[in-house]
């Protein structure tokens, strides 16, 4: 707290950490369609449209577990817990938009 009010003092530019690794680090300023792959957009988008694993496996070839790991792959990347929070951060985000078909 010293630094940062000394630094504001002396009409330095004072970042917290948080801020600083938003603003400098690269692995954190990766855009978000650059995080998630193409099965997972894919993967999203019929999460999006009220489809469950089983049928989104089956609508993509894929297993039940492989889309559920995908699954989990989304959520971890845009910090969510469960599918309304993932909907209504990825509407925010602009991943989705309401009437998306």
């Given at each position: 707290m010293q630094r940062?009010?000394?630094?504001?003092?002396?009409?330095q530019k004072y970042y917290s950490q948080?801020?600083?690794r938003k603003i400098f680090d690269p692995e954190f300023n990766r855009t978000l369609s650059e995080k998630l792959s193409e099965r997972e957009y894919e993967i999203l988008?019929?999460?999006a449209e009220g489809l469950n694993n089983k049928e989104i496996g089956?609508?993509?070839?894929?297993s039940e577990f492989t889309v559920l790991t995908?699954?989990?792959?989304?959520?971890r990347k845009l910090n969510v817990k469960n599918?309304?929070?993932?909907?209504v951060e990825s509407?925010?985000?602009g991943l989705i938009s309401i009437g998306d078909n």
């Open positions: 940062a009010a000394l630094k504001v003092y002396n009409d948080d801020i600083s988008r019929h999460i089956r609508l993509l070839f894929i995908h699954r989990r792959n989304i959520m599918t309304p929070q993932l909907i509407i925010k985000r």
